[in-house]
């Protein structure tokens, strides 16, 4: 049964109580937020891109999972709302001129100060290490501090000029009740794009259809000038085909009109007699040739 030889055990060795929760290291937390990429778990390196939750990821990441969805990971569950390249801002960074990275850490020796950021506020100077809430805006990609935006109370971006809402102002890593917000937000806005997609279909074809009408169906003043009007290829066709007919008709009863005309006319009789219409022309069956010349002037 054991305890031989001496051994005393104690309490602790004997009763197993409850396991004590492990606690996250606070710090580690918000070096792997804003360091890493939430995707592929690499150092953040630019192009870096944010989704509509607040999310950091690089760019080339997001590419690679958006091409590749065979190969889902776990840690493709973070990024299950990124449907297309559309859904991610590039961010537009301003570098902190304190940093100093890993140039002075050659033999492996140096403290790594966890407070240091590579990235600052352009604003107010603050790093974003995590000890401070950070936004960008969605419409231009400029990161900020929040304590800028409150302080410096504008609808243009303080960089760039561009205007935002206050619906383009989107939390980076924060916290619960912020994603929560974001992502209500974030489904707001694409079934706002849905819906806009869905009346703008059926105002092309209520248009293209107008136009065929309008193209078919000649309009009343067009009907009262008495303009032409543009037929359709097929009446085109129909013509064409009838207007050889109609001229050869039209020949055939114009000559003999001509012929009528010319033996009916009050012309001298020798103008008559050069057509062969005249009296004089004709001959008689003693005075035609046999059948065999085939021509009837051969006597």
């Avoid at 492990?22 to 192009?47: F, G, H, M």
Wanted: glycine share 6%; with cysteine; net charge positive.
């Amino acid at each position: 049964m054991g305890c031989d030889g001496g051994t005393i055990p104690k309490r602790h060795e004997l009763v197993k109580g409850p396991k004590k929760v492990e606690k996250v290291d606070k710090d580690a937390e918000l070096v792997a937020q804003w360091n890493y990429c939430t995707l592929s778990q690499e150092i953040l390196r630019r192009p870096i891109v944010a989704c509509e939750l607040g999310r950091l990821y690089n760019k080339d990441a997001v590419i690679e999972f958006l091409l590749d969805k065979s190969s889902e990971k776990a840690l493709g569950k973070a990024a299950s709302h990124i449907k297309s390249i559309k859904n991610v801002t590039e961010l537009r960074l301003s570098d902190n001129p304190a940093w100093e990275g890993d140039k002075g850490n050659t033999k492996g020796d140096k403290h790594d100060d966890l407070q240091r950021a590579r990235f600052i506020c352009p604003v107010v100077g603050l790093e974003m290490n995590g000890r401070h809430r950070f936004c960008f805006l969605r419409c231009c990609g400029c990161v900020f501090s929040e304590r800028a935006l409150k302080e410096i109370k504008a609808e243009v971006c303080h960089t760039c000029g561009a205007a935002f809402q206050e619906d383009d102002v989107i939390v980076l890593n924060g916290t619960k009740e912020d994603v929560e917000v974001l992502k209500s937000r974030m489904e707001e806005r694409r079934l706002r794009a849905k819906q806009g997609k869905k009346t703008k279909k059926p105002k092309a074809a209520e248009s293209v259809s107008k136009s065929e009408i309008s193209e078919e169906t000649p309009g009343p003043s067009k009907m009262k000038t008495g303009k032409p009007e543009e037929t359709s290829l097929d009446t085109r066709e129909k013509k064409t085909n009838s207007a050889p007919k109609s001229a050869a008709a039209h020949g055939i009863t114009s000559g003999k009109a001509a012929k009528r005309s010319i033996a009916d006319s009050e012309e001298s009789e020798a103008y008559k007699s050069l057509f062969t219409t005249h009296s004089s022309a004709k001959r008689s069956k003693e005075e035609s040739a046999h059948w065999v010349t085939h021509t009837s002037y051969c006597f």
